[in-house]
């Protein structure tokens, strides 16, 4: 069973920047997409980011799109999430979660019903 950890979330001022890693138990990323969720209390879960295994592709919502930015090692069968100019609307916990093949997307948004590997989350907080 692939398993997934988060890490990096953490307290940041509005406008500043932070690293979110996930690490796979195994060397997945050669057949599986990789993607980032969030979800903040009260609010549905909404697709960040993903990558495909395929070709590294990788897709955003439209939410983060210009601000936030995905990468991939797979010597380390981690992805990274980079954010920068971080917003009040972004605090949430943040999920990484993982699919076998391409990204399931919609309009570039990753679509959370398709993914079936998840992680424990990292809360992400934006404040002054």
């Known amino acids: 069973q692939v398993q997934l950890v988060e890490s990096g979330g953490a307290l940041v001022q509005p406008g500043g920047s932070l690293r979110l890693s996930c690490a796979a138990s195994?060397?997945?990323?050669?057949?599986?997409?990789l993607a980032w969720f969030r979800q903040a209390p009260g609010k549905e879960r909404e697709g960040v980011s993903c990558?495909?295994?395929?070709?590294?592709?990788?897709y955003y919502g439209y939410s983060v799109k210009g601000r936030f930015t995905l990468s991939r090692d797979n010597t380390k069968s981690s992805v990274y999430l980079e954010m920068n100019s971080l917003k009040p609307e972004d605090p949430a916990v943040y999920y990484c979660?993982?699919?076998?093949?391409?990204?399931?997307?919609?309009?570039?948004?990753?679509?959370?019903?398709?993914?079936?590997?998840w992680g424990q989350g990292t809360q992400v907080t934006v404040s002054s």
């Open positions: 979660a993982a699919r076998l093949g391409r990204c399931a997307n919609v309009g570039g948004t990753p679509i959370w019903v398709a993914y079936n590997v």
């Open positions: 195994e060397s997945i990323l050669d057949s599986y997409a």
């Open positions: 990558v495909s295994s395929t070709d590294g592709s990788t």
